[in-house]
Structure formats: structure tokens, C-alpha cells
């Protein structure tokens, strides 16, 4: 039987798939270099390292909330969609740059870099706080794995009032049936050597969470 979720040990979660996810990007480099493929093996090594810069949140003591989880794997699958359509489009570049820009290869990249882009789209507020949207083949909404309701909109505006304009404008696309028509594309960029400035307002806010929670907890010498 599974265990109730609240139950679940979040921290052992999040660490085991994190750090199994940047592993495996760090074999595919070695892999890339034994093949002498030294663009396959830059690019893996570019995709850990922007994994690495997500915060190692398991290491606070604490254990974490199920919202606290959840928003590191959203911070996370961004960093996973962006590299995925990122790497689609280098091939359709090569592609083009070797002349062979309508091969059978290069269209099919193009079209899962558009998929990937016509389905999910995740932004960034300027505080620190992230949402994606996903649209389902019925031309229903979904924000931050819940449909998007009257009622689910009203709580996200109030936990992140600066996604109220964007929340307002995704409710009227829905109704009319336009999903992501209309809207840009978020201009966040991934880490790099920099971490950019919404990512990491929100590791701020997550880690100030955890160290109060451990002080306390080291206080009370019991769990927070």
C-alpha cells in the first residue's frame, strides 16, 4: 500500500532524484568523451552544472513540506524544459549550418522544440515565485499541476499577487479557448555563472525558511 503522502520523507525524495539526474548527465559527458564527441560531452557537462546550482535543500536538517518539495521540482523541470527545447534547437542550428536544414532529422527537432513550447510554459515573477501552465489536449489549462479554476486562481494570486495580471489573462484565454496565444515567452534565463535574479530570490526565501526551522528546531532539541 502506499504511504499517505504527507508521510513521505520529501527531503530523501528530492535528494535521490537530484542528484541522480546530475550523475547522469556527468556519465553521458564521460560516455561523449570516450566517443571523442566533444560537443555532446560540452553539452552535458552545461546541463549539470545549471542542475547544480538548484539548492542542496536536504542539507538544512529540516524536513521539508510538501509545498516546499514541489517547488523545487518545478524550479527544477524548468531548468529540465529549457535544456530539452535547447537542445533541439542546436540540432535544427547544426542542421542549417551544414546546409541540411529540411532533413527528415532537423523537422523532427524543430517540431518537438514547438511541441514542448506549445504545451508548457513556465514564468518566473520578478520575487521570486515560479508557475507553469500546461495545455491539455482539450484545450484545458492546468497551473502548477491543478486545473485552472476560479477558486485555484484566486489562491495562487494571493500566495503571488504579481502573477495577478497573468493569472486574469490565462483565465480569459481559457474561456475563449486560445491557451498560450498571446502570451511571450518568459525571458528568464538558466543559470550559468550567474544565478538569474527570480531563482534566486526564490532560494533566498526557501533556505531563510529551513535555517528559522532549524534554529528552532536545535532550540527545542526536537523536529520542527
Not at 547544480?52 to 535543500?57: F, G, S
Not at 542550428?93 to 536544414?101: D, M, T, V, Y
Amino acid at each position: 500500500m502506499l504511504k499517505d503522502t504527507e508521510e513521505l520523507d520529501w527531503n530523501a525524495c528530492l535528494q535521490f532524484d537530484q542528484e541522480r539526474i546530475i550523475s547522469g548527465l556527468r556519465h553521458d559527458a564521460e560516455a561523449a568523451r570516450l566517443r571523442e564527441d566533444e560537443q555532446g560531452r560540452a553539452g552535458y557537462l552545461r546541463e549539470a552544472e545549471q542542475l547544480d546550482a538548484l539548492p542542496r535543500l536536504w542539507e538544512f536538517g529540516v524536513p521539508l513540506t510538501l509545498d516546499e518539495y514541489s517547488e523545487a521540482v518545478r524550479v527544477r523541470r524548468w531548468i529540465q524544459h529549457e535544456q530539452e527545447i535547447a537542445t533541439h534547437e542546436r540540432w535544427v542550428a547544426r542542421s542549417e549550418a551544414e546546409g541540411l536544414p529540411h532533413t527528415r532529422l532537423a523537422q523532427w527537432h524543430a517540431d518537438q522544440a514547438a511541441d514542448l513550447r506549445a504545451r508548457l510554459r513556465y514564468y518566473w515573477s520578478s520575487d521570486g515565485h515560479l508557475l507553469f501552465f500546461s495545455l491539455d489536449n482539450d484545450g484545458a489549462l492546468t497551473v502548477n499541476s491543478a486545473f485552472l479554476t476560479p477558486e485555484w486562481a484566486e489562491l495562487l494570486r494571493r500566495e503571488a499577487p504579481a502573477f495577478t495580471e497573468l493569472l486574469i489573462r490565462y483565465e480569459e484565454n481559457q474561456a475563449a479557448g486560445r491557451g498560450h496565444a498571446e502570451f511571450p515567452l518568459d525571458p528568464t534565463p538558466l543559470p550559468g555563472p550567474a544565478i538569474p535574479e527570480p531563482m534566486r530570490l526564490w532560494r533566498e526565501r526557501i533556505e531563510d525558511g529551513l535555517r528559522r526551522r532549524a534554529t528552532e528546531q536545535a532550540q527545542t532539541g526536537g523536529m520542527a
